[in-house]
């Protein structure tokens, strides 16, 4: 028991990065001969393409923003990325259950939830900050804005062709509770000696059943008016997803494995939504940048700025709003070989491709090694390289009693700022937890 204690101790401790990821395989459940009971897992995947030493630099013996004078436009600007992005997810299972049906194939039955969040910045934005509006025009189009919460309620089923082949699928209600979207289809900005203009086509939407943004007399959303009660409410969306897979064994020790998960999406109900489109002028922008102003007056600046551009930008309010958006897809695939001098250790590779709607795809390719004690222990270390430069892993388990404890941690490198856990650079991180019961 005490030797047991101790070593799921050291498996988490070691923990810090894994394929989290790849166990959602549907078709690997197909030759469990036990079912299985899961209660809490949680997994949070933090993902951004520039982190904070794009924006923060040492001068003398403090650091400034790359908006500050001391700081070359060329230093500043060549840190970013034509679209600087970042996107947060949260998965968490409440509860699963999987069994050995009469017939050859298994079942599993899954509720949880997810929160995903994201922002999107085009370079030019910065650049316009940093230099001025000098080098008009501007293609803003990939500024965006998101965030979703909703749940979901799966069944799946996975089925042995043979002692080699396997395949599964999973199909998911989705239900919707709250949605936050700004994205612009076009967002052009040119500058004349006399005033600003843009051309704009961009939606606002929002959803809540209960809280509604008011409207003026010309039918433009008021933000300064709100009626009924800020609560999630009812449901503000429903759709559907599928995850599909499939294992294979073509010769003894040697597993590979694909899978494509969350393929659909929601069709969500935007009680509250707003559109802008035509082409608007302004003034407020001039001669905005660091060399003219101060750190002091910059915030000031920008606030007032803002307020002139909303003063022209009023979005038209449109009622009963459904819009299918598709929710972030992965796929993954895996290859495994366990070695002919000692099967309980393994050489494995594993891709992984995300694609968003909303956010610039991420990708990476990982080699790794693994070491499994059947109902006893399994970890495994990896590295490779990724969208936003090198990564390295570990993941681990521990089993006493049917209990079987797991965890897994993920990163690139590049470290946080201390106590704050703000990357600082380009970052994916990935950390997952659970506990499963095996019914034997």
Known sequence: MKKIVILSIVVLAFCTGARAQSTANPAETAYLDSGFVRVGEIQSI????????????????????????????????????????????????????????????????????????????????????????????????????????????????????????????????????????????????????????????????????????????????????????GKLGFPTGAGLAMDLGAVWKPFCGFTLSASVLDLGGIFWYYGNAGTSSGSYSFEGLKNLTTEELDQEHLSSRLKDAGEDVLKVIRPKAVDRCYKFKAIPLTANMKASYALPFWERLSVDATGLYTGYNYCAPYWEARGGLSLDYPEIAHFGINAGSGAYGFVYGAAGSVEFQSFRLYAAYENGVGGVIPYEGTPLKANNKTLLLGLVYLIK
Do not use: C, M
């Not at 908006?67 to 070359?72: A, T």
């Not at 509720?111 to 030019?124: F, M, Q, T």
């Open 46 to 229: 933090s993902r951004n393409n520039v982190g904070a030493s794009s924006f923060l630099f040492p001068s003398g013996d403090k650091l400034v923003t790359g908006l500050h004078s001391s700081i070359s436009n060329e230093e500043f600007l060549n840190r970013l990325k034509a679209v600087n992005s970042l996107y947060s997810q949260i998965d968490y299972n409440l509860f699963s259950y999987g069994w050995k049906g009469n017939t050859r194939g298994f079942h599993t039955l899954e509720v949880g939830a997810r929160v995903n969040y994201g922002l999107s910045v085009p370079k030019e934005i910065f650049q316009i900050l940093k230099t001025g509006t000098s080098q008009s025009p501007y293609d803003l189009s990939s500024l965006r804005a998101f965030g979703n919460v909703y749940g979901e309620i799966a069944y799946g089923y996975s089925l042995p062709l043979g002692d080699k082949f396997s395949i599964g699928a999973r199909v998911k209600l989705l239900v919707g509770l709250n949605s936050v979207d700004v994205s612009a289809r076009n967002f052009a900005l040119t500058t004349t000696e006399e005033q600003y203009k843009l051309d704009l086509d961009a939606d606002i939407d929002l959803t809540n059943r209960n809280k509604k943004i008011g409207t003026d007399s010309d039918g433009y959303l008021d933000y300064t008016s709100f009626t009924g009660k």
